[in-house]
RNA sequence: GCCCUGAUAGCUCAACUGGCAGAGCGUCCGCCUCGUAAGCGGAAGGUUGGGGGUUCGAGGCCCCUUCAGGGCUCCA
């Protein structure tokens, strides 16, 4: 068990004054006048830190200063002595340690204009007091910080974070977000108030799910943990080709792709101090006497690869990438949702060594594209946020404009006072769903503090090694996200009176062939030849329904070719098509819808079909 | 994690206040061989999510539990 942090002795009294005689060898430097001290009416606080895990740091000196507030306040005092008094305890802590919990009590309780005076540490001080002697003029305090579980600190800064929002437009115009007109910009607009407010009434389920079921996409696994799927063929089909065209994006780019461990080490100590900045829960796994966290994203393992390369200035940027399959991040249970919010996840992620922030800027820039040609390739609208904290925003205000530029509409800028995460600023794709909440998908981060925790280095010109700066991107975010972003998307349109769809590149079936009876089998199979060749993926429904039945089924499926062939396609040697856009019905030649559909693919991975061409090889994964 | 709601055939859903568990779709068998979103007939299919309790009797009431959806919270 953690237990006593801190020592306090907390006496009321009439005055205190200190002298600061002579140095120990621990001793803070302070100058001359503040060697000596005098004050009326003051509580005087004996402090001594114990020796203890230094992440608590934050925590104890708030506790500390609510302590001395609440006696403050209680006795009427008119201002506040802080005294280093190792004598308290036995147990100390590293004197750096102390100085600076000290101080930070100092600062919390100076920024809340109590007048504050502190006797310098470390030396060896005559005092003087008079004690007033009431009943609560003397008092001892122990500052305990129960074990915090391992979860959860960064979120609590962040709770006290100052964050303002606005809108910047392509021209450059930087409106507060209050004060923006929002009335051409519905989607903006539902993205900043979900931002900012969150909470609505809407007690329906995303439509999503129902579809992500009944299209034998995925579907949940009661004897697996809550947030983790089972995928069906035309399921893990989709995602696999998401996968592979996220990933060819990445590599083109430049990223050299690897693949690092899934768990590590709880107790490996720069990991214990990283995952202090992480709030999320982790799954833990035991072997033997060790416990192992899954990772929740691919930075350790690069990290870890990065901190033992040898690299100079000449090879940055320099890019890894891993598609993690999978990212585990044990989410509270009432958060998550269908495919948009999982405990176990595939995302993209990829980490870019830069030399200085121009590079970095340049980087981020590239990756901005690539995440709005990603966009662009899924068919999926998007907003677009950019997080700043103050400073760099103020030296950077001309990179924003020219993001906003890039997608020609107005984005949204949050800009936080103080860094309480270890980015200075960030991009963020965001959708709206049918339920106008929004969920992230690209982003891309500027790091500012990992290269230096986890050591990681690169030699420049001189010979002396430097920490470089550090991007996180993942382009496409959350592949199964992508995937909830489509379906959500799709059923929009079909409240539009639309027929939803996916975009040819990732329909599981792109050419139905429906021979009208089975005299047209033989024909229907050629084509069905024909189209395999041309790297098509074609299935026949060779079942006894109906011709009408078919359709349906076909239509159901949302396969965005539907031929019917019978008598008079066979005598002239054509196919008639029926084409889910439109409606329409079309006959032509077998190469021209061959070519039809290859323009539809152009640029995208190719995969055979994931079931057997012939449906009444296909059992039903679900009803 | 907390709060609310829910779980009945493979799927979607019925079953009045506690009183014989049902339909449509799908599956299987047979008929039909069909021209653009459901052809016809028949059969099989259930420890009502799991466990415990109350009751002459529980799908429906009580307790526990698992999973799902929503709200809070959270979203690196």
Redesign the pocket.
């Known amino acids: 068990m953690r237990g006593v942090i801190m020592k306090l002795l907390i006496l009321h009294t009439d005055y205190i004054e200190f002298i600061a005689k002579q140095k120990t060898k621990i001793a803070e430097d302070v100058p001359e006048e503040k060697r000596h001290g005098r004050a009326e009416e003051a509580l005087a606080v004996f402090i001594a830190v114990e020796k203890e895990d230094e992440k608590a740091k934050d925590k104890i000196a708030e506790k500390a200063t609510e302590e001395i507030l609440d006696i403050y306040s209680k006795v009427k005092a008119q201002r506040i002595v802080l005294y280093p008094y190792a004598h308290l305890s036995s147990s100390l802590s590293k004197p750096d340690f102390a100085i600076a919990v000290i101080r930070l009590i100092g600062n919390k309780l100076k920024e809340r204009d109590y007048e504050v005076i502190k006797a310098p540490f470390g030396w060896y001080k005559a005092f003087e007091l008079r004690c007033k002697g009431h009943p609560m003029s003397e008092l001892s305090r122990e500052i305990r910080v129960e074990e915090e579980k391992k979860e959860n600190r960064a979120?609590k800064a962040?709770?006290g974070l100052k964050k303002s929002w606005y809108v910047l437009t392509p021209e450059g115009d930087n409106i507060p977000a209050e004060e923006f007109d929002f009335t051409e910009y519905e989607s903006l607009k539902i993205f900043y108030e979900y931002e900012t407010s969150?909470?609505?009434?809407?007690?329906?389920?995303?439509p999503h799910?129902r579809l992500m079921?009944d299209l034998e996409l995925v579907d949940?696994e009661?004897a697996s943990?809550?947030?983790n799927l089972r995928w069906y063929p035309k399921g893990t089909f989709i995602k696999r080709l998401l996968e592979e065209h996220v990933s060819n994006i990445v590599r083109d780019y430049g990223a050299m792709e690897v693949e690092t461990p899934i768990m590590y080490d709880y107790a490996h100590e720069k990991l214990s101090s990283y995952l202090n900045r992480?709030?999320?829960r982790q799954y833990v796994v035991k072997s033997d006497d060790r416990e192992y966290f899954l990772r929740?994203a691919a930075c350790f393992g690069q990290y870890l690869m990065m901190h033992d390369m040898t690299i100079s200035y000449r090879h940055l940027p320099l890019r890894l990438y891993e598609l993690t399959h999978y990212s585990f991040?044990r989410?509270?249970?009432?958060?998550?949702?269908?495919l948009k919010?999982l405990r176990t996840f595939t995302m993209p992620d990829m980490h870019t060594l830069c030399r200085d922030m121009v590079q970095a800027r340049d980087e981020f820039l590239r990756q901005y594209r690539l995440s709005m040609r990603w966009m662009e390739d899924i068919s999926i609208d998007y907003d677009v946020a950019i997080r700043f904290v103050r400073e760099f925003y103020d030296e950077n205000r001309d990179f924003a404009v020219e993001m906003a530029k890039l997608v020609g509409k107005p984005i949204l800028v949050e800009i936080w006072e103080e860094r309480f995460?270890y980015f200075v600023m960030k991009f963020e794709f965001s959708i709206n769903d049918a339920l106008n909440k929004a969920a992230?998908l690209s982003?891309v981060?500027i790091d500012v503090e990992n290269t230096e925790r986890f050591d990681i280095n690169y030699v420049d010109e001189k010979g002396e090694g430097e920490h470089p700066l550090l991007l996180h991107a993942s382009i496409s975010g959350g592949i199964d996200r992508n995937l909830y972003a489509i379906l959500e998307t799709e059923y929009l349109k079909s409240l539009r009176g639309e027929?939803p769809s996916f975009p040819i590149w990732l329909s599981p079936t792109q050419l139905r062939i429906i021979p009208?009876?089975?005299?047209n089998m033989s024909y229907a199979e050629d084509i069905l030849e024909f189209f395999r060749e041309k790297k098509v993926r074609v299935d026949i429904d060779d079942e006894?329904?109906?011709?009408?039945?078919k359709?349906?089924k076909g239509?159901?499926e949302w396969i965005p070719y539907?031929a019917?062939v019978?008598?008079?396609?066979e005598e002239n040697r054509n196919i008639?098509v029926?084409l889910r856009k439109s409606g329409e019905?079309i006959t032509l030649s077998g190469e021209e819808l061959a070519e039809l559909i290859e323009g539809e693919n152009e640029n995208k991975p190719f995969m055979n079909i994931p079931l057997p061409e012939r449906l009444s090889m296909r059992p039903?994964f679900?009803?």
Do not use: W
Request: without cysteine.
């Open positions: 979120l962040e709770q969150g909470t609505r009434i809407m007690n329906k389920e995303p799910i079921k949940h009661p943990d809550q947030g992480f709030p999320a929740f991040r989410e509270q249970s009432g958060e998550l949702a269908g919010r995460f992230t982003t981060q027929k009208v009876s089975e005299k006894g329904d109906t011709l009408g039945k359709i349906r239509e159901k539907i019917v019978g008598a008079k396609e008639t029926r019905q039903k679900r009803g």
